[in-house]
């Protein structure tokens, strides 16, 4: 059984920092590609950021130079770093993990900036 497991939302000030996890069981996590991606209320979901097996990485222009995606195969995880938060990335942040044609998603996790 495939399970993604978000975690490390929660609320923070404008200006403020978070780091989401997303933990994986049931996959051979190293050879997935891996991303972030987040669903404000009343909008589609968007990409925030990608990882690949090889580490390479790309982001949305919104999140450029404020957020940064990393993976450690060996605890089966990867991370979203989110500095400088500004209230318009509030959002449900969903984690996916893609490999040949299969995709599973995790359950998400709130972020809201606020003062």
């Known amino acids: 059984q495939v399970q993604l497991v978000e975690s490390g939302g929660g609320l923070v000030q404008p200006g403020g920092s978070l780091r989401l996890s997303c933990a994986a069981s049931?996959?051979?996590?190293?050879?997935?590609?891996m991303g972030w991606y987040r669903q404000a209320p009343g909008t589609q979901r968007e990409l925030v950021a990608l990882?690949?097996?090889?580490?390479?990485?790309n982001y949305a222009d919104s999140v450029k130079g404020r957020f940064t995606i990393s993976r450690d195969n060996a605890k089966n995880t990867v991370f979203l770093q989110m500095n400088s938060l500004k209230p318009e990335d509030t959002a449900v942040y969903y984690c996916?993990?893609?490999?040949?044609?299969?995709?599973?998603w995790g359950q998400g996790t709130q972020v809201t900036v606020s003062s």
């Open positions: 996916k993990a893609r490999w040949a044609g299969r995709e599973y």
């Open positions: 049931g996959i051979r996590f190293s050879i997935y590609a």
């Open positions: 990882i690949d097996s090889g580490g390479s990485t």
